[in-house]
């Protein structure tokens, strides 16, 4: 078969070309190779043959031999054919032939051509209206006394006799028309005539009689032909004809040209306005119809005028009956029982069907108008189903900033909406603002009538709570691509579940993903306690006023420090930080908090997108730099009141500070009076750094003193700009430096054994690259398994492999990729090596290949199957030899059929291990955050049940973290992740919340970007005094950015609490003026004071306990039901220690049933009777307390490496040769 040029053979594609008597010829085959045959080469110069270049066949020699064949098939002319047989052989074929016809143009200008069909349709119900026009010009122009008869007749006058039961006719069949009047008539019925007769005939379909008996073709003739007929026979032009059932038609015509209309303009007309119309027509169809029907039937009877006969009809239709105007005679009776009769009928119908849209469009939401979206600023949340607690969530939080209390908000939900959700937004409040439209984000039409093309921003949410995760995110990508496909240029806020579906969305302006916030959070709040509380209250929109009118002094410095949030300001514009253009990032950010109490914690350069943390000393400060500060509002709200600096300082430290009263927290002029910042410098020695542990160390040691001692130990100040001798403290590196360098003899090969890189193996797209710890060689998988020994070692338990650090173990349901966060910032580069906890992972399923693939490579990473809620497999696991034991929401549970109880079993699992191992960190994740009242539950406790008032009083004030002082929260102990939507929410008005929340958890890295550490404060700290003197510490020696406190504090929780406060108030009266540090009764009872060596025992805050007693039930003071409650005391004690033997020996045994050692279980300090609390930026006159927990940003170690010319190791001791005595302070960080 000929095959034309340029077609594909088996082998490849020939190409010719033919011209100039002979034919250069190429074949190309499929792997791309080539052969050409040049004319007269090896074939006598005719050019006729075709040269392939294969093994088997060579054309050249068969074309010498072989006797050329006829032209017709010859080898080129069966690949290209006979070009003049093909030519004379070609049919030309014309398409949609069918539509050239007379016939079917006139169909596609009449009814298929959208436009064009509603200008006939227009001009239809154009006729229709003025043939209504020309009726009632008639009758107002005609008047029966004149005489009644045909055209051309006599004329006979007639009056009405009441008493004469007979009725003439001849006022009923002739009326008075005017020639003008009835040309204009007839034209107007043959153009109707005529139009009516083609578009019968174009929409004929077989059944003629179909198309004759239609009710708008019978009226269409009964109103035309007449007219017709009385052009050729004059004496009926005075003929009457019903014309005014020309009303009818016009409605219909109406009808008809509104679907044109919308199918013309491709929009769909609400189902509403076009029912809403029916109805308006029909009843004035009605109307008319009775009108004019009843005025000509009255022409033989009381001669009724027009607007009389309109009088009588509303009077009729609308039930009043005033009986003032009645018919006299039996056709026009019998016509108002018709109309009476037809209006019960279809009035009726036509309501029904009006109030079933009202009530579909209650349901749907009806529409945004356009005119609305154009001139005033609405956003649109995107859902799967909307839950009570995501809609406030939502509103409170979006609406918490001043700027957007002019926004509407549109909710686009495919479900029917929820019975509360229903009832709240019928609040006022919120039904003026917020807008429900039941729909798909999938369709266009929705997105339509939420006006997404004029929307600010939208919102898309996943749904948590369903069972397949995954699934939920494949929706919330489909919504995302919807709403960019129709609306490009609409900004995107979507949250994402799960991490390998984030690349999907990442065209996105703003992309949260849950499980990446989540485990990253779960792992710092191991190194640094309460993470998840920090992060959860920096985001929360709060004006730090809940809990102050509590009595309980943590409480209102708890809520008073909640309320500040982070905010950015232009260098150049900010008075907080104008003055210090030209200087250090440091020196800018102690002074700005010593003077105004904001902590400066970042900044982004003009000419970068990179938000650095703390990028340390080096940094100078320009006017084009975007300040990031922690503050309780942003500076363009604040207002600066300058007070004289008192000349006279006071000696020493009063102690009072912040702890007077609420009123004492927003003063910082007094910083600069009490002296907290001592500028002067010491004569010290200069040692190296030593290294404290992670926790602080000799970084705050106290200097050794070279005068008089009672002289105040003092700080080196913080530079201007850095020196050079003191720009890189030795203790920045200290811990890598040791590391690789001189490792203990302790840790000998194994910390030799790691090296620093980048993980080979993301288990998942858009995972940022973080610098971590690795192995050397990637641990086989059998050796990932913590319980069973393989060939490389034995090990079958947590304690045969003799872990230097204490285990951090995460129970989860299965291994997702999310659960790689959890490991990165937990080996990161910049933690030390030798604070590395060995982390186990508890999983319920097996991971898979993939995901042990992606963590064999990090040092000390175990797994183990078992569930949490069993405890052999808690055992198995080293849970004794752990610090931290993390548990995550399993996905399985998220869905019940009470909403609340998805939590149900999470709960009493981590209650049931709370009582097993009372001294284990135990953070937990729930699904709903009301459940986390439930955590650690005291049920007898009148100090929680106090709390539970508390946050019933804040919810009432309208507070948006109303469970901030449910104490599991307050600690850091539970979270959900629901608290983290504000993150997406924020990010509407601050962009950039969602890289620095980022930054700090770790999921980010940016060179020159600092991250979250803590550092706790010990007694042999405490010479420090303060948070503002700790700040100016920590920016002299180490460069490192404070940013708040973590604080345990001893309380009793028990029901005994009563009689403690009885018996302790009176000495707490007496006591209250013994100083900053007061006495502190023990948890033994007996009310003896503690020293400053025992701050690790458990203290009683006598303040809270009155508070407790006022708000529980109170109790009589009676010393006979006194004592009858102590002795009840003593017993209830007695009851707890046998419960807690029980516990214990019950672990004991199942630990010997498995063949574990129990020495590494015994009863630990039970730290059931401490509450802990995150203070964000206190004040600087905030007194330090032991055991304090400090949040630090620390700068970039590699930052500065990069930038030098010379080895850590030489540029440390470098900088420790060349210290002075004055400036020793800042080496021995």
Not at 680 to 687: F, Y
Not at 1093 to 1113: F, H, Q, V
């Amino acid at each position: 078969m000929p095959l034309p040029d340029g077609a594909h053979s088996p082998g490849g594609v020939y190409r010719g070309a033919r011209g100039g008597g002979h034919t250069n010829r190429t074949f190309v085959f499929d792997d791309g190779r080539c052969a050409a045959r040049q004319p007269g080469a090896g074939d006598g110069g005719r050019g006729d043959g075709a040269l392939l270049d294969t093994a088997s066949l060579k054309m050249s020699d068969l074309d010498s031999e072989l006797v050329p064949l006829p032209p017709r098939y010859r080898f080129r002319d069966l690949l290209l054919g006979d070009q003049s047989f093909q030519n004379d052989d070609r049919v030309q074929v014309e398409f949609y032939v069918n539509e050239n016809t007379f016939k079917e143009r006139l169909k596609l200008f009449f009814i298929k051509n959208q436009r064009s069909s509603l200008r006939i349709r227009l001009l239809n119900f154009s006729l229709k209206l003025l043939t209504c026009l020309l009726y009632i010009v008639r009758v107002l122009l005609d008047d029966p006394a004149l005489g009644i008869g045909c055209w051309g007749c006599p004329k006979q006058n007639y009056t009405f006799n009441e008493s004469s039961s007979e009725i003439n006719w001849a006022p009923i069949l002739w009326v008075e028309r005017k020639t003008a009047l009835w040309a204009t008539q007839v034209t107007v019925a043959a153009v109707s005539f005529l139009e009516t007769t083609l578009l019968t005939y174009l929409s004929y379909k077989g059944n003629i009689w179909e198309q004759i008996f239609r009710v708008a073709f019978v009226l269409e003739m009964i109103n035309t032909l007449p007219f017709i007929i009385t052009i050729f026979w004059p004496p009926l032009r005075n003929l009457f004809i019903p014309v005014f059932l020309n009303c009818w038609l016009a409605k219909h015509a109406l009808e008809n040209m509104i679907n044109d209309f919308h199918r013309a303009i491709l929009r769909t007309q609400s189902a509403m306005f076009n029912q809403v119309l029916i109805l308006f027509c029909t009843l004035l169809c009605l109307v008319f119809t009775g009108t004019c029907g009843i005025q000509h039937l009255e022409r033989a009877g009381g001669n009724l005028s027009l607007l009389t006969s309109f009088y009588f009809c509303i009077v009729t239709f609308s039930t009043v009956g005033y009986g003032d105007v009645t018919p006299k005679i039996w056709p026009s009776q019998l016509l108002v029982a018709i109309m009476i009769c037809v209006a019960l009928v279809v009035l009726p119908l036509q309501f029904e069907e009006l109030v079933y849209l009202w009530m579909e469009r209650q349901k749907s939401g009806g529409n945004y108008s356009r005119h609305r979206a154009q001139t005033e600023k609405h956003v649109i949340l995107c859902v799967s189903s909307l839950k009570i607690d995501l809609l406030m969530d939502f509103l409170n939080e979006f609406y918490a900033h001043p700027r957007l209390q002019d926004y509407y908000v549109v909710i686009l939900c495919p479900t029917e909406m929820d019975i509360q959700v229903r009832r709240v937004l019928q609040i006022p409040l919120w039904s003026q603002r917020v807008i429900y439209l039941q729909g798909s984000a999938l369709k266009d039409q929705d997105l339509m009538r939420a006006k997404m093309d004029n929307g600010e921003a939208c919102f898309i949410l996943s749904s948590r709570n369903e069972v397949d995760r995954t699934a939920a995110d494949h929706q919330t990508i489909l919504r995302a691509w919807a709403v960019k496909d129709f609306a490009p240029n609409c900004p995107l806020y979507v949250q994402i579940l799960k991490p390998e579906n984030k690349f999907h969305v990442k065209f996105a302006e703003h992309v949260v993903c849950e499980e990446e916030c989540k485990y990253a959070m779960l792992a710092l709040s191991c190194i640094c306690p309460a993470t998840p509380t920090l992060i959860t209250l920096l985001v929360h929109t709060s004006r730090g006023q809940e809990g102050q009118d509590s009595p309980e002094q943590w409480q209102r410095m708890y809520g008073r420090c909640s309320g500040n949030e982070v905010y950015h300001i232009r260098m150049g514009d900010s008075k907080f930080f104008r003055e210090y253009e030209g200087k250090s990032f440091t020196y800018a950010a102690f002074h700005a908090h010593k003077k105004y109490g904001v902590c400066l914690i970042g900044l982004k350069r003009e000419e970068s997108k990179s938000i650095l943390l703390n990028p340390g000393p080096r940094h100078i400060l320009a006017a084009s730099d975007t300040c990031f500060y922690i503050n309780i509002t942003k500076e363009e709200n604040s207002a600066f009141i300058f007070k004289q600096e008192e000349k006279q300082k006071k000696k020493g430290f009063a102690g009072q500070g912040l702890y007077e009263g609420s009123s004492r927290l927003p003063v910082h002029s007094i910083i600069a009076s009490m002296g907290t910042v001592a500028m002067d410098l010491q004569n010290t020695e200069c040692q190296p750094a030593q290294s404290g542990g992670g926790s602080g160390g000799s970084k705050l040691a106290l200097p050794t003193e070279n005068g008089s001692g009672s002289r105040r130990p003092s700080i080196a100040p913080v530079l201007e700009v850095a020196d050079s001798s003191t720009l890189l403290p030795c203790d920045l590196l200290s811990d890598q430096s040791e590391d690789e360098m001189t490792p203990s003899d302790e840790e000998g090969l194994s910390v030799v054994e790691y090296v620093k890189g980048y993980p080979p193996n993301s288990p998942y797209i858009g995972s940022s690259p973080t610098l971590c710890h690795l192995l050397p060689v990637k641990a086989p998988f059998c050796c990932l398994r913590l319980d069973k020994g393989c060939k490389h070692n034995s090990y079958e338990d947590a304690k045969a492999y003799g872990f230097k650090n204490r285990l951090i173990i995460v129970s989860a349901e299965t291994a997702g990729n999310g659960l790689y966060n959890f490991i990165v910032p937990l080996r990161a580069y910049y933690r030390p090596r030798r604070e590395l906890n060995p982390i186990v992972l508890l999983l319920d399923n097996r991971p898979d290949h993939h995901f042990l693939e992606a963590i064999c490579c990090f040092p000390m990473v175990y797994y183990m199957e078992g569930s949490v809620d069993n405890l052999d497999s808690l055992l198995q696991c080293g849970i004794i030899y752990a610090d931290n034991l993390v548990v995550v929401d399993k996905e399985s549970t998220m869905s019940a059929k009470e909403d609340y109880m998805a939590d149900a079993k999470t709960i009493v699992n981590v209650q049931t291990m709370f009582r097993l191992f009372p001294s284990l960190s135990i953070t937990t994740e729930l699904t709903h955050p009301s459940n986390m009242r439930f955590m650690q539950f005291r049920a007898k406790d009148s100090y929680s049940l106090a709390l539970s008032r508390l946050e019933k009083r804040e919810r009432e004030n309208g507070s948006n973290l109303a469970f901030m002082f449910r104490l599991p929260f307050a600690a850091g102990r539970v979270f959900s992740i629901s608290m983290l939507d504000t993150l997406l929410y924020q990010s509407f008005v601050k962009d950039y919340m969602i890289p620095i929340t980022r930054l700090l958890l770790g999921l980010d890295t940016t060179p020159g970007s600092g991250y979250l550490c803590a550092m706790k404060v010990t007694e042999d700290d405490l010479w420090i005094r303060t948070y503002g003197r700790l700040f100016q510490k920590l920016c002299s020696s180490s460069a490192e950015i404070p940013i708040g406190i973590y604080r345990t504090e001893s309380h009793v929780f028990s029901s005994s609490e009563s009689q403690v406060s009885v018996s302790v108030e009176h000495h707490e009266e007496t006591r209250e003026a013994q100083g900053p540090w007061g006495s502190r009764a023990g948890t033994g009872g007996g009310g003896h004071t503690v020293g400053g060596g025992s701050a690790e025992r458990p203290l009683l805050r006598r303040k809270s306990l009155p508070w407790a007693r006022r708000l529980s039930r109170k109790g009589t003071r009676h010393t006979g039901k006194a004592a009858a409650e102590e002795i009840s005391q003593q017993r209830l004690r007695l009851h707890q220690r046998s419960e807690r033997q029980e516990l214990s020996e019950l672990v004991k045994n199942r630990m010997k049933h498995l063949g574990l050692p129990t020495t590494g279980y015994d009863e630990m300090n039970d730290q059931q009777n401490t509450l802990s609390y995150v203070l964000i930026n206190p004040p600087p006159d905030t007194r330090l307390e032991p055991n304090d927990i400090v949040y630090l940003i620390r700068s970039d170690p590699l930052a500065h490496v990069a930038s030098s010319s010379r080895s850590r190791k030489s540029s440390c001791s470098n900088k420790l040769a060349s210290c002075n005595p004055e400036t020793r302070d800042e080496t021995q960080f």
